[in-house]
């Protein structure tokens, strides 16, 4: 039996077209020839996939036909989520928006380094009060001057007419002539005048410093000077508590100025316990006036006022004072400060209308005259 | 819009009998009803038009069959069935043009539908061969296989067509030609592994 003719039986065997005879015939055949059987599965798997493929041709135009009639294009419009209009502009520009993000930030960190927002100094925050003095008005104080410094010459404690580069304030510790100030006001110094409130000044020389408390002394060593009479104020070492009234005086300009203000905090900027903040109108030049209590008692020294804020000062606490004074003793035998803590006398002031208070003070508190 | 196609979609049932029957009108029917969730998944993920459309028609397809032979059980909605079948066809489209970004934007309920998918791209694949060999075949060849294995048309119907003076000379052509597609069809299987 040719192949041909095999697979036409195994054709008509599939299709049920045999006669009984026929198929039977086949039927042993296929049971006692493995190779038949095989044949006749293959092929029936064969013509199977032909004809299911051919079905698959069909229900595809069908399906087609069907799609054809579906306005697809309406239907995309509508069924397309429509991201917000950020995501939008995120999806097609993000690359340029990752690049001008990263140079904006490029730029404000290094405006920022530039401009010396990342030195952890609080300079910016914080101003000394020591006074520039502008050369236009030193120059028309000059001429001014020029004609006083002759009549005033006649006086005793001569008139020094030259107000100096800088001031700033500072007042009495001994009937010698020991004077404390602010460090900041006599830095980079050449040479220090001090000034009472009569318009007297005397030659001074400085004595000790100490930067981190924003503390000096200076001491007067002038031939005119011939001591003060005796202090009217004490020195209090106990600290003061928030919302005691306190006064100070010092000189922003050439006539005493004074103020009035109470403790607002025990410590000074950003939680220094050396000093306290102050509510005091205060102005350039009063650096190194004393702080006082309302009994005369010398509480601190005015040191500095925070910038951004209205009648914010600080003063460094007068323990500090005590302090640099024993430092002063020390560290040299020429200088002697014997500053005590009179807890028991009262001060001269205390008891005193204000007015007296501050004309009593007057006498002791000094302008600082620094010359660079 | 799901209130819109719920109204004009024939039921489940109706679906599964329509098949069965041969129903042109239930398939139109069918087909238009949920292809716009099936483009809503596709366009939103990447696809086009077009590939929603061959994804649509492959799904279709595969409830077509599992309807016709018999299998198919409604243990979910119609609905989820068809979602769940594109679904995963597109999963498979995405990673294989390596455009999957790792996850689509789902708009439906879905089930994991592994074996359908599966077992449809097997198929697929039979019918790309077959395709393929029946091109190469040439004419009348392809005629005379599509005529008679397909369209189920008689060996005497055969001979009219193609002029032949008797039946013996059309049965040695078409067994010939049967010879050569099978050559043809496992070449191509041969030649892909």
């Avoid at chain 1, 917000?84 to 928006?97: A, D, F, G």
């Avoid at chain 1, 003095?133 to 001569?158: C, D, F, M, Y």
């Avoid at chain 1, 510790?173 to 460090?183: K, M, R």
Wanted: aromatic share 10%; glycine share 6%.
């Amino acid at each position: 039996m040719s192949d041909l003719q095999l697979t036409e039986l195994i054709e008509r065997y599939l299709a049920g077209d045999l006669s009984n005879e026929e198929k039977e015939r086949f039927e042993a055949l296929r049971k006692e020839n493995a190779a038949v059987d095989s044949r006749i599965t293959e092929h029936a798997h064969f013509t199977g996939l032909i004809k299911q493929y051919g079905e698959r041709v069909e229900l595809e135009k069908r399906l087609n036909a069907i799609h054809q009639e579906i306005d697809v294009d309406t239907l995309v419009q509508e069924l397309t989520v429509h991201p917000t209009l950020i995501v939008r502009l995120w999806r097609n520009h993000h690359s340029k928006i990752s690049v001008a993000a990263s140079i904006a930030v490029f730029a404000i960190l290094s405006t920022l380094y530039f401009t010396g927002r990342f030195n952890k100094t609080t300079a910016s925050n914080y101003t000394a009060l020591s006074r520039k003095i502008e050369s236009v008005r030193r120059t028309a104080e000059n001429a001014q001057r020029t004609n006083q410094a002759l009549l005033n010459s006649l006086k005793p404690g001569h008139r020094v007419t030259n107000p100096g580069t800088t001031g700033g304030s500072g007042f009495a510790l001994t009937q010698s002539g020991y004077i404390v100030t602010a460090f900041h006001v006599v830095n980079n110094a050449d040479s220090l005048y001090v000034q009472n409130a009569l318009g007297e000044s005397y030659h001074a020389k400085l004595i000790y410093t100490e930067p981190t408390r924003d503390i000096a002394i200076i001491k007067i060593d002038d031939k005119e000077f011939t001591g003060l009479d005796k202090l009217p104020y004490n020195f209090k070492r106990t600290k003061l508590d928030v919302g005691e009234e306190v006064i100070t005086l010092g000189f922003p300009r050439d006539d005493p100025y004074y103020a009035k203000g109470y403790i607002s905090s025990a410590t000074g900027l950003e939680g220094d316990t050396a000093a306290y903040q102050v509510s005091l109108p205060v102005y350039a030049g009063i650096s190194g006036g004393p702080l006082l209590d309302t009994k005369g008692n010398v509480i601190g020294i005015i040191s500095g006022k925070q910038t951004r804020t209205e009648s914010a000062a600080f003063a460094v606490k007068s323990s500090y004072i005590f302090k640099a004074a024993q430092n002063v003793s020390t560290d040299s035998t020429q200088n002697v400060i014997a500053l005590k803590p009179n807890k028991a006398a009262k001060s001269a002031l205390a008891g005193l209308s204000r007015t007296q208070q501050i004309k009593k003070l007057e006498s002791y508190v000094f302008m600082v005259k620094v010359y660079n | 819009m799901s209130k819109a196609l719920n109204s004009s979609a024939p039921t489940d049932s109706e679906v599964v009998f329509g098949i069965l029957n041969n129903s042109e009108n239930i398939l139109k029917r069918v087909y238009v009803a949920y292809f716009p969730m099936v483009l809503q998944l596709i366009i939103n993920n990447n696809g086009t038009a077009d590939d929603a459309k061959d994804v649509y028609q492959e799904a279709i397809i595969v409830l077509y069959n599992k309807v016709k032979s018999g299998n198919f059980e409604l243990s979910s909605k119609l609905k989820t069935f068809l979602y769940s079948v594109c679904r995963k066809l597109w999963l498979k489209r995405l990673s294989q043009m390596s455009r999957y970004g790792g996850d689509v934007k789902d708009f439906q309920d879905h089930l994991p539908v592994e074996d359908e998918a599966d077992l449809h791209s097997e198929r697929d694949i039979q019918f790309t061969k077959m395709e393929g060999a029946l091109k190469q075949l040439g004419e009348p060849c392809k005629t005379i296989i599509e005529d008679f294995y397909i369209h189920d048309l008689s060996m005497q119907e055969i001979c009219e067509r193609f002029g032949y003076t008797n039946a013996d000379n059309a049965k040695t052509q078409k067994y010939k030609c049967l010879q050569r597609l099978k050559k043809l069809f496992f070449q191509q299987e041969q030649r892909d592994q």
